[in-house]
C-alpha cells in the first residue's frame, strides 16, 4: 500500500524556520520524481519545488526562491522541505506528491503551516 505521511507543520512566527518532512511508504521511492505542493485558502495548489531521483533539484517559484531548499534520503525513503525566513503568505497545507508515470502519481495527505505572530 502506497504511503506518503507528511508531519513538521505547525505555526511559526514571521521570518521563522520550519523543516517539514514526508515519508514514503510502498513503492520504490528512489526511482520517483518528488515535489511539494502547498494550497492556500481559496487559491489553486502550488509547486514549491521538486528533486529528481538523481537528487537534482528543479527551478522553484520566486515566492520561495532563496528560502525553501528541497532535499530526499533515499536510504530513508524520505522528502524533505527546509523553510526559512518564513512569511504569513507561506500559510498553506504543504503536500508531498511522488510521480514516476501519470498511473503512478501519489499524493500525501497534507500538512498545515502557518505563519503568524
Known amino acids: 500500500q502506497v504511503r506518503l505521511v507528511e508531519s513538521g507543520g505547525g505555526l511559526v512566527q514571521p521570518g521563522g524556520s520550519l523543516r517539514l518532512s514526508c515519508a514514503a511508504s510502498g513503492f520504490t521511492f528512489s526511482r520517483y520524481f518528488m515535489r511539494w505542493y502547498r494550497q492556500a485558502p481559496g487559491k489553486e495548489r502550488e509547486l514549491v519545488a521538486g528533486i529528481t531521483s538523481a537528487g537534482w533539484r528543479t527551478n522553484v517559484p520566486d515566492s520561495v526562491k532563496g528560502r525553501f531548499t528541497i532535499s530526499r534520503n533515499n536510504a530513508l525513503n524520505t522528502v524533505y522541505l527546509q523553510m526559512n525566513s518564513l512569511k504569513p503568505e507561506d500559510t498553506a497545507v504543504y503536500y508531498c506528491?511522488?510521480?514516476?508515470?501519470?498511473?503512478?502519481?501519489?499524493w500525501g495527505q497534507g500538512t498545515q503551516v502557518t505563519v503568524s505572530s
Open positions: 506528491n511522488a510521480y514516476n508515470t501519470p498511473a503512478q502519481d501519489y
